[in-house]
Structures are given as structure tokens and as C-alpha cells.
């Protein structure tokens, strides 16, 4: 493995890590604040950060980058995480937690489909089925009835397509030389820009000391700054490094990584049916892994 993909697995690996805990903070999060408050807040942060460490807009190179950049920030910062929230709403988290795992299917598809560079074979197919149902092991373990919903299931389906657009579209603006910080608050700036007709619409009015208040204001900034600011310009980087679909498919790890952190901190157990599900999820990644080919894809 050269240094350049050690990197981005590296990178992958790091920002789903922080997602995976991400869950933990937000929960907590939840008591004080509304859904749409802690989004807003968390990358208006991320924003902020960006702004410090890297102040100026990109000089866009032509029309089609400009697509590329809306594209990603209502995509990837705006769609996503308003379809997850609405989902929730309607439908259990386990749904939502299961059906968003499918990323790495439509990131093949979208990736074969526009970037004509991924070739997929069987192993890619059997990876993703023992993956998702590892996934839905855990998100279904001493969840008491199992219940559809179309609204909800069908909006974090639309959420999952959402970040895997947002990952392709990362991948093409990347090729197009623009640096990863400066791409990242651009994106978010984008992204913060489409949201704001949705404070009007959800409950979105902060009280400016609960923010303050020192249960509340740390949870806040690892959310803006670590997995905002920090992991989306690893993975912007880690998309560069290794393409769409081999970052897409640690999305697989990301439950594993919830129900050990909320077992080392919110002391919930694992069950011997959650630890078959991490190992299946994580057998998926393996086997899926191996079923990817950076290849010219045919049309069929």
C-alpha cells in the first residue's frame, strides 16, 4: 500500500470514528436543544473555524466547478442532514441508522454512472448485504417491534443518496485542483446559505445561555469543530486520496464505533446479537472492499 492511500484510509477511518461518537453528543444534545438548532450551530462553528484558518473564497475556474460546489453544499451539508432529521421524526432511529448505511451502494452506482472509473464484481455485492445486515442487527438489537414507515424510511433513503452525491461531487472538485480547507468552508458556507429557509419552517430559536452553559457548549464545539471543520476536510482529503467508494465504504464501521463508545460512556451492554452484528458489519467492509476495481466502467 503506498503512503498516498495509507493516508486516505487513514483520513476515512479517522472521520467515521468521530462520527460513530458523534451520536453520543448529540443524544445528550437533544434534551436542550431542537435538531435544527444543534445543525445549524454545529456548522455554523465549523464555519468559523474554517474562516480562521483559511479566510478566502475560491477562486472558481469555470461554470462547471460552481455547479460542483452547490451541488456538494446542498447535497452533502443541507439535503443530508435535514432529510435525516425529518426522517427521524417520522420513523424509529433504527430505520433512519440502517437505511443511510446503504452510502457505499449508491456512491458505486452514482461513481459508475458519472465518474465511469469504479468496475464492481460479486465481492462488492456480498460485502454490502453482510454489512447492512450487521448494521440492522444493531439497529434492531432490544428494539421490541420491528415497524415500516414510506415517509420515513423513503426520506433517509433520500439521505443516503444525498451523501453519496456529495461524496462524488467532492471527488470532482478535488480532481479540479481546489485545496481541502478551502473547499470545506465553501461548502459549508453553501450549505448554512440553503438551510436558512428551514429555521423558519422547524423550531429554531437557541437560548443563548443554555448554549453557554457548560454541559451544553463543549458537546457544541466537538460537534462544530471536530466533526465538522476537522472531519469534513479529512474527508475531503481521504475522497482525493482513495476515491468515492472506497472512503463511502467505512460509512460500514460507523455503527460498530456507536455501540462500543456508548458502551464505554453511556455504559449501555453488548449483547452476543450486537457483537455478531459488529462482526458481520465489519466482515462486509472487508469483503466489499475487495469487490471495488478502479476501473473504466462499462455501460450496459
Known amino acids: 500500500m503506498s503512503n498516498r492511500t495509507a493516508k486516505g484510509h487513514f483520513f476515512a477511518f479517522l472521520c467515521v470514528l468521530v462520527w460513530g461518537t458523534t451520536f453520543i453528543s448529540t443524544k445528550l444534545l437533544l434534551k436542550e436543544l431542537t435538531p435544527i438548532e444543534i445543525l445549524f450551530i454545529r456548522f455554523a462553528l465549523g464555519f468559523a473555524a474554517l474562516s480562521v484558518i483559511s479566510p478566502r473564497i475560491p477562486k472558481l475556474k469555470d461554470s462547471v466547478s460552481k455547479w460542483l460546489f452547490i451541488c456538494a453544499g ?4 443541507t439535503l443530508y442532514f435535514l432529510l435525516e432529521n ?23 452506482i452514482i461513481s459508475c454512472l458519472v465518474l465511469k472509473n469504479e468496475k464492481l464484481n460479486v465481492n462488492f455485492f456480498i460485502g454490502f448485504v453482510a454489512a447492512i ?38 471527488n470532482a472538485i478535488s480532481s479540479r485542483g481546489y485545496g481541502s480547507i478551502e473547499t470545506t468552508r465553501f ?3 453553501i450549505g448554512l446559505i440553503f438551510m436558512i429557509p428551514a429555521l423558519f419552517i422547524m423550531d429554531f430559536s437557541p437560548d443563548i445561555k443554555i448554549i453557554l452553559n457548560l454541559d451544553i457548549l463543549p458537546k457544541l464545539l466537538y460537534l462544530g469543530f471536530g466533526a465538522s471543520a476537522l472531519c469534513f476536510v479529512l474527508w475531503s482529503r481521504a475522497v482525493n486520496l482513495i476515491g ?7 460509512i460500514y464501521a460507523s455503527p460498530v464505533i456507536t455501540v462500543i463508545t ?5 455504559g449501555e451492554k453488548i449483547t452476543p446479537l450486537s457483537a455478531a452484528g459488529v462482526a458481520l458489519a465489519l466482515i462486509g467492509l472487508i469483503i466489499g472492499e475487495k469487490g471495488r476495481k478502479h476501473e473504466q466502467c462499462k455501460n450496459t
Do not use: C, H
Open 262 to 266: 456508548s458502551a464505554a460512556i453511556l
Open 133 to 170: 445486515t450487521g448494521i440492522a442487527i444493531l439497529s434492531y438489537n432490544g428494539v421490541s417491534e420491528f415497524k415500516l414507515n414510506p415517509i420515513g424510511d423513503l426520506l433517509a433513503l433520500a439521505a443516503a443518496a444525498a451523501w453519496a452525491v456529495y461524496t462524488v461531487a467532492l
Open 187 to 189: 461548502v459549508f458556507m
Open 244 to 250: 468515492p467508494l472506497k472512503a463511502s465504504m467505512y
Open 74 to 77: 446542498i447535497s452533502g451539508i
Open 86 to 108: 425529518i426522517a427521524l421524526t417520522y420513523t424509529l432511529a433504527s430505520n433512519v441508522g440502517t437505511i443511510v448505511s446503504v452510502v457505499p451502494f449508491f456512491t458505486a
